[in-house]
């Protein structure tokens, strides 16, 4: 292992120290991007961002061309925080010499392919980021009081010191048990649905399952190409109903730093009921890509032809045997309690993503509080509970859905998020945060008559 390429062998051969960092960053997605680019404006502060990847890319597998955000071009990776960032989505555009077209598309909602150009251009702007180095190991070195970061590229492996390190390794995608013996070219995730795509050639029935977004925009683009590929599709979703997503402005308070307070406040069992209950704020679908499939399946059923779907929610995919005719599924209508078989010949698994809890932290496994499911307790600041022994902190950004609530991935409070961190980090005010953030006040007024909490009594009321 050498030392970090910015510190390398002296001019007189000898190798030096690992170059040192106030912070150091794991993983280059749009949250530590948002990290490093208001990192970017703390005058003294020290920061490097490693990710595996060769260059900034945003879930290339479902980059269709016409997939947009679902939230405004305000939540890029500073506005929210500072709007006079030179990072801000409009800098870009200014960059680019595209105001005036921008002006005058009103885009509220930008593609998907623009926000990742937006990425790609703030990524290669900020010195901090060094894309093609994948780091192995965090470790805490006890005598000098730092984290040692161990990372590979093409040229060899190095070690870089930090005194603070920032998890942003994103979240990885979910398989039902009873499909991972499945895996492979004609039964994968909807994370690599691009990528596998041209494989489906000759299926006479493709099967999604799961109804999110992810799970939506494969469904419409199966339909859409269903003309050329010949093949049916069919839905199946364990969710009551092809629900929209939550979109309301109000709705939309839950998606704010005042509700991620009040949500942290709650007490763990409280926490673990209410974020499957709120599903509709983040696992439904946007009410434009509804729009969309409604229209495709109306206007391929004039004349009472067959649109050539079969959408079926409240259904669950218990087991799916391989055959010498594609695969055959059992599964479950759950609230009729109905079992059926239904044959596919491949399957799109559009079911979902969760925190990792990366191999990286292996040396430093003992070293953290984890809960009783083995989750990261996460602080108000977004700081991992760690041994006392631990003086420098691990911060994490989307593992914290759990402590955090619903708008633990949403880019709308990347900003935020990455500026509480920074406050925390640099014991001050690097940026300063707004005090109130929504009209709705979520909890109780402080002047209460009697307070009952005990763990559990929510879900004591919903039974
Ligand atoms: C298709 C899709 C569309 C979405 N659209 C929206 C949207 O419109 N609005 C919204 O609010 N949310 C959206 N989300 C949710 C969320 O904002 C995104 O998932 C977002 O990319 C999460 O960012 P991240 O930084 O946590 O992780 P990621 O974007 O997954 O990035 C993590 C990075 O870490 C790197 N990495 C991992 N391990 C290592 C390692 N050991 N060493 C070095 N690097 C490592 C990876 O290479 C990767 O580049 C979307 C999610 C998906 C899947």
Not at 164 to 171: E, N, P, R
Not at 184 to 213: C, I, K, M, N, P
Not at 261 to 282: C, I, K, N, T
Request: glycine share 10%; with cysteine.
């Amino acid at each position: 292992m050498t030392a970090d390429a910015t510190s390398g062998p002296g001019a007189d051969g000898h190798e030096r120290e690992p170059a040192e960092y106030d912070v150091v960053g794991v993983g280059i997605g749009p949250f530590n991007l948002s990290l490093a680019a208001l990192a970017d404006g703390v005058d003294g502060l020290s920061a490097l961002f490693l990710d595996g990847r060769p260059e900034f890319t945003w879930h290339p597998g479902l980059m269709f061309d016409d997939a947009r955000l679902q939230v405004s071009f305000l939540a890029d990776l500073v506005s929210l925080v500072d709007p006079t960032s030179p990072w801000s989505f409009l800098a870009y555009l200014r960059d680019r010499d595209r105001l005036f077209p921008f002006y005058f598309a009103e885009r509220f909602h930008i593609t998907r392919r623009e926000f990742e150009d937006y990425c790609r251009w703030a990524a290669a702007g900020l010195g901090s980021c060094r894309f093609g180095a994948r780091v192995e190991a965090v470790a805490w070195d006890e005598a000098r009081r730092r984290f040692r970061v161990g990372y590979a590229t093409a040229g060899g492996r190095h070690e870089v010191l930090a005194r603070d390190v920032v998890l942003g390794v994103g979240t990885e995608p979910v398989v039902p048990e009873a499909l991972a013996p499945l895996l492979g070219d004609r039964v994968f995730h909807a994370e690599a649905y691009l990528d596998h795509r041209a494989g489906l050639a000759g299926a006479r029935d493709v099967t999604v399952v799961g109804s999110g977004q992810s799970g939506a925009e494969v469904f419409l683009d199966l339909l859409r190409n269903a003309p050329v590929t010949g093949h049916r599709v069919t839905w199946l979703t364990a969710s009551p109903a092809f629900a929209p997503m939550e979109y309301s402005k109000l709705g939309l308070e839950h998606f704010t730093p005042d509700y991620t307070r009040f949500f942290h406040a709650l007490p763990d069992g409280v926490r673990d009921v209410l974020v499957p209950s709120q599903w509709q704020l983040y696992k439904a679908i946007s009410a434009d890509t509804i729009a969309d499939i409604h229209d495709l399946l109306y206007d391929r059923s004039t004349g009472g032809a067959d649109p050539g779907a079969t959408l079926r929610p409240g259904v669950t995919v218990e087991s799916a045997e391989p055959g010498p005719d594609g695969y055959l599924l059992t599964c479950r209508h759950d609230q009729q309690d109905r079992v059926f078989r239904h044959r596919t010949d491949a399957l799109v698994l559009a079911t979902g993503y969760a925190a990792r809890r990366p191999p990286l932290l292996g040396p430093v496994d003992h070293l953290v509080d984890w809960d009783d499911q083995g989750r990261y307790r996460v602080a108000p600041d977004y700081r991992v509970a760690l041994a006392p022994a631990v003086t420098g902190s691990l911060f994490v950004q989307n593992a914290e859905e759990h402590t955090h609530g619903v708008g633990t991935p949403d880019l709308g409070l990347g900003a935020w998020r990455s500026a509480s961190i920074l406050n925390a980090m640099t014991g001050g005010t690097a940026y300063r945060l707004p005090a109130a953030t929504a009209f709705t006040s979520f909890g109780a007024p402080d002047d209460v008559l009697v307070d009952v909490r005990g763990p559990g009594h929510l879900a004591r009321g919903r039974r």
